[in-house]
C-alpha cells in the first residue's frame, strides 16, 4: 500500500518531538484521553436529536487495555468517530490553519526541550512513547478505516472492520534503551496514576481490567479475578469545591481543554444562584493565541447544559471585547435539546451573558488595582482590543471599559490608567493631554509637545493606530475632555500671554494673509502658534479628524479620503518670525517660496511626506546659493 506523507509542517514538528529528550512524555496520555473525552462530548449531544448516533448513556466510556506481550497501548472510546476524511485531515497535518507561528515559536525553542511538553499537541503527543500508531475508527453510518504510521514517514489508511462507532487508539511502545523505559506504561500502577493526575475530571469513566485477590475462605491462598475498573472520579473540574482545587489543576485543565501551552493569567471559577443558575470556569490568556486577530479566531465559551456538551463556542456568551476570554459554562436551567439557532436569542443565556461580563471586568480591575504586573502582561496582549471595543459600536461600552485601558505617559516610562492620569492633574489643568506619532520618541521630536511639559502638563503617549479613535469614542473622562496637542486651539496661555498674542495677530495681519495664500490649496490657514517654544513651524489639525487618524484611514484597504484640515502653525517667538516680517517689509514676493518651505518641513516633522519632493529640493539649493 502506497503511503501518504505528512504535510511538511507536521513533519518537522514530529521529527522535533520524536527526537527530542522528552522530560513529560507521560502527558500523551492526557491528550489521548482529552480527545476521547471531547469525541464522547459531541456524541452525547449528537444522540438526543439524531438516532444514528444513539448510545445507551452508560456505553459512553473509554476504556484502555494493555499487551504486555507484544507491548501495546490501547485506548478505545465510543465517541463521534471519524470518517476516512476526518483521519486524514484530522490527522495527517496538525497545521490545520496555517499555524505559521506555532510552529515558529518551536523552532526557536528547539533547545528548550520541555517547552515541546508545553504545547497542547494533542494526538500527535503519542509519537514520543509509541513507534508505531493505528488508529481504527468508525463514524455512524460509515465504513471504518484504519489509520497507521510510524511517524516519521508518513502513513497508510485501510478499511477495518470495525463495528462499533467510535476510536481505538493502538500504541506500538517504542523499545527499551538503557536510559529510557518505555513498560512503564503498561502498568496498572502507573496508568491508574496517570488518569488520576491528569484526566480525574473527565465526566466519563475511563475503564481498564484490573486484578483483584481475594483470600479464599477457610484457605490460605487466594483467588485472583479481573475486574473492570473505573479509574477516574468522574466530577468535572469547574463542579468541584474552589478550594479544593489547586492552581496546577486549573492551568492543566487550561492547556489541555484549550489548546493553549502557556498558563493563563488569571482563572475565574464560580456559580451563580438564581433566575439561571450556572457554574463557570473562566480563563483569561497570558498571550493572544497566533489566530487572534484573524477572522478564523472563534471566540465564545464552551456550553454545557446539565453537564452535556452542547458547542465549543458559544458566541454569545462574552461580548466581543472581551472576545480573549476562554473557558466554559454548565447550566442546569437551559433546555437540553435547544438548537443552536435558538440560543442565540435565549434570555436566560443572556442573562448568564451579562454576568460573565460582569465577572471578567471585576477580575480585570483587581489584576489591574493588585497585581500590575500581570495586567500589563495582560494589556501588552490585549489592551489593543479593549481600546478597539471603546471605539465598537459608537462607544456603547465606555462605561465597561474606560477604566481598564492604559497608555504610557510623560510621567514616567510606564502605563497609565486614566484614574492615575486625572488624579495627578492640578487644579488648573483643564483637559487630559496626548498626543500622537509613531513612537515615544518621534512623539517626545514633536515641536507642539515641548510647552506643554513645560507648563508641568503631562501627556498621554498615543502609539496605536486604534488609541485616538478610542478616545473620540469616549471623549472625556471624569468630566475632563481629551485633547490632542496637535489639534484645535490649545489653550494653555495665561491671560496675559493671550492678549499678547492678539497683537501680534493683529499687527501681522496681512503677512499672515498672504502666508495663508501662498499654501491655500493644502492648508486650511496659517497662524500664529500658541504651542511652540523654540520650534520654527508646526502642522496641526482643526479639532475632529487629526492628522494621525488622517494616516490610519489611509492604510485602510479600500483607501479613504478623509482628510484631517490642516493649519500651518508659526513660532512668534523664533528668529524665523522676524526674518519673515523684514522680508515681507522689503521682498513680499519671497513670502510665497519660504511659506511653502516651511509647511514641507512641517510636514516632515510629522512624518507625511511632502507633496513635490523636487521643488522643495530646488528651493533648499536656491536659498545655499543665494546665501554665498
Ligand atoms: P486537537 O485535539 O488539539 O484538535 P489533535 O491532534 O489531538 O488536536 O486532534 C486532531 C483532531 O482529530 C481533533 O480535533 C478531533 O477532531 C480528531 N480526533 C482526535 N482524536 C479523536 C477521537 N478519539 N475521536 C474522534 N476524533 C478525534
Known sequence: MAKKQFKTESKRLLDLMINSIYTNREIFLRELISNASDALDKRHYLSITDDNYRVATGELKIEIKTDKANRLFILTDSGIG???EALESNLGTIAKSGSLEFKQNLEENVSDVDIIGQFGVGFYSAFMVAKEISVESKAAGEQAYKWVSTGDDGYTISESDKENIGTTITLTLKDNTESDNYDEFLEEYQIRTLVTKYSDYVRYPINMDVEKSEPIEDSEEVSTKIVNETLNSMIPLWKRNKKDITDEEYNDFYKSKFSDYTDPIKTVHYSLEGNVSYNALLYIPSKAPYNYFNSDYQQGLKLYCKGVFIMDNAKDLVPSYFRFTKGLVDSDDLSLNISREILQQDRQLKQIAKSIEKKIKAALVDLLNNDRPKYEEFYDAFGAQLKYGLYEDFGAHTEVLKDLVMFKSSFEDKYTSLNEYVLRMSDEQE?????SGESIAKINLLPQIEKIKDKGYEVLYFTDNVDEFSIMAMQQFADK????????ELDVDTDEEKVEKEKIVEENKSLLEKMSESIKDTVSSVKISSRLKTHPVCLVSDDGISLEMEKVLAQNPEGSDVKATRILEINP???IFAFLKQTYETNPEQIQDYTKLLYSQALLIE?????????????ICNLMIKSK
Open 607 to 619: 512624518g507625511l511626506s511632502i507633496e513635490n519632493p523636487v521643488e522643495y529640493a530646488n528651493q
Open 573 to 575: 517667538d523664533h528668529e
Open 481 to 488: 475632555k481629551f485633547k490632542s496637542i496637535a489639534q484645535g
Open 82 to 84: 471519524m470518517n476516512k
Open 431 to 435: 483637559f487630559i493631554y496626548y498626543a
